[in-house]
């Protein structure tokens, strides 16, 4: 199975700051890999696939980029509802494994 | 635009069996495969396995396999998770969640139901 490392695990920042969250596989995954957001008590939400390709109707200041096995979420000019917990997830192969998360909060 | 609509908290004893619901809207449930999504309490994502509603393949991750069975029944257009004997550390939230479609089972999931919260205590 392919393994996941994100980091960190948490990081504080201030509304406007600029973000970097890395995300690293054990093996190479070519672009296989996508973003997710969630927010306290809520289901997560698919923000980038394929690496650096935004889902339909997620603000331009999240952007994602990498290949092979390291990868990197940025959310430029950080919003107050950007304050949630980050997962990255392979989708080179099977099981489709997770990051352990990085939760960004408020500084 | 699909939604999935997932069925209500659970609250069990170890030992007893559950199942759990996950219904789609729209008619084209049968052509997507529908994943199911562990989180424990205060901890990350945990992909389980996933179906195809359509003809019930069904794929599971090795460290579920054997530990909870999924189905579907596409004229409900209702995909279940199930447990025959419950423990305590099932305790979690649930997610079913729709793979991106056109594309591999283990491809990213862009629908997610709420979840449905199952708490397994003596």
């Known amino acids: 199975d392919i393994q996941m490392t994100q980091s960190p695990s948490s990081l504080s920042a201030s509304v406007g700051d600029r973000v970097t969250i890395t995300c690293r596989t054990s093996?190479?995954?070519?672009?296989?890999l996508n973003w997710y957001q969630q927010t306290p008590g809520k289901a997560p939400k698919l923000l980038i696939y394929?690496?650096?390709t935004l889902q339909t109707g997620v603000p331009s200041r999240f952007s994602g980029s990498g290949s092979g096995t390291d990868f990197t979420l940025t959310i430029s000019n950080l919003q107050p509802e950007d304050f949630a917990t980050y997962y990255c997830?392979?989708?080179?192969?099977?099981?489709?494994?997770f990051g352990q998360g990085t939760k960004v909060e408020i500084k | 635009e699909v939604q999935l609509v997932q069925s209500g908290a659970e609250l069990k004893k170890p030992g007893e069996s559950l199942r759990i619901s996950c219904t789609g809207s729209g008619n084209s449930f049968s052509k997507y495969w529908i994943a199911w999504v562990r989180q424990m309490p205060g901890k990350g994502l945990e992909w389980m396995g996933v179906i195809y509603p359509g003809d019930s393949d069904t794929k599971y991750s090795p460290a579920f396999q054997g530990h909870v069975t999924i189905s579907a029944d596409k004229s409900t257009s209702t995909a279940y998770l199930q447990w025959s004997s419950l423990k305590a550390s099932d305790t979690a939230m649930y997610y079913c969640a729709r793979v991106r479609p056109g594309f591999h089972y283990y491809y990213g999931m862009d629908v997610w139901g709420q979840g449905t919260t199952v708490t397994v205590s003596s």
């Open positions: 997830q392979q989708s080179y192969s099977t099981p489709p494994a």
């Open positions: 093996q190479s995954i070519s672009s296989y």
């Open positions: 394929e690496a650096s």
